[in-house]
């Protein structure tokens, strides 16, 4: 006879709970000849009652994470039936929520999967958004769900970095006079394209400000008016080559502009 230990996962999301604490007990013992085997998305009766068939020929442990009334007494009946040791892991901690809590649990499967997911999406989106800031590398406009172009200043940045943790993969593009346009922003669809723009006096202000905390001279043709005039008549001109929405971020904060963008996408079908 087979003398091995045979763990069975049984889980209707992925079953890496089950498995998890199932490999945290075998730690506890020297040298235990076992093999687990999961299964994952069970939502079938049929599903746990072949399992079980096979498990009942075996010297077995029966482990489950299961949210699903149906499947869980499924499998506890067969279990019994056959006179296999199982493990019901959510069960009780569900029950002792509920006792402290009064709230009944909402008995969706994967539901930590799905935040660990958000959770990644987020990492994923915000290491994005540095990786492509401000032109550094082009290939990053055609992956992007939204590439924000205009002039310095226009709070490109801290938008990507915003709607980053919105989970949101974003691009942005420095328009200056005398730097050559990527032609990856004229490949994409101009709904995937933000145009910012801003006040001239606005943006004096603030690129004068900047000058001075880099400890530069305010004389800089950067924080020049005719200067700055002169880059938003031509961001303009490409905005409207581009025919991308634009939005003036004079008087908003990041919060507000963001909320406009998120609500344009929205419209566009890209959220």
Do not use: W
């Not at 049984?10 to 040298?31: C, M, N, P, R």
């Not at 999961?38 to 020929?57: D, F, L, S």
């Not at 006079?177 to 669809?189: G, R």
């Not at 900047?210 to 938003?232: C, H, M, P, T, V």
């Amino acid at each position: 006879m087979d003398e091995r230990l045979y763990i069975y996962i049984l889980s209707d999301s992925i079953g890496e709970t089950g498995e998890q604490v199932a490999k945290a007990a075998v730690a506890q013992f020297k040298d235990l000849d076992y093999k687990l085997k999961r299964y994952p998305y069970i939502t079938e009766k049929e599903q746990v009652i072949n399992i079980i068939q096979e498990a009942a020929g075996l010297k077995s442990i029966i482990v489950f994470t299961t949210v699903i009334k149906e499947i869980k007494e499924t499998i506890i009946i067969e279990c019994e039936k056959k006179d296999l040791e199982y493990v019901d892991i959510m069960s009780q901690l569900l029950n002792s929520f509920y006792n402290v809590l009064g709230n009944e649990p909402v008995n969706v499967p994967g539901t930590m999967r799905r935040l660990d997911e958000r959770y990644f999406n987020r990492v994923e989106a915000i290491e994005f958004a540095v990786k492509y800031d401000d032109g550094k590398d082009s290939r990053g406009i055609k992956k992007a769900d939204i590439v924000l172009i205009g002039v310095s200043r226009t709070s490109k940045t801290p938008l990507s970095m915003y709607l980053a943790h919105k989970n949101i993969k974003v691009a942005n593009v420095p328009i200056v006079p005398e730097a050559p346009l990527p032609e990856e922003l004229f490949d994409i669809s101009p709904k995937r394209i933000m145009g910012l723009t801003a006040n001239p006096i606005k943006l004096n202000e603030i690129r004068q400000e900047r000058l001075k905390a880099l400890g530069l001279s305010n004389n800089a043709s950067y924080a020049n008016l005719d200067r700055i005039l002169e880059e938003l008549e031509y961001s303009e001109k490409i905005m409207k080559k581009l025919g991308c929405p634009v939005i003036d971020v004079s008087s908003k904060a990041v919060e507000e502009s963001a909320s406009i963008i998120m609500e344009i996408m929205r419209e566009n079908d890209l959220l």
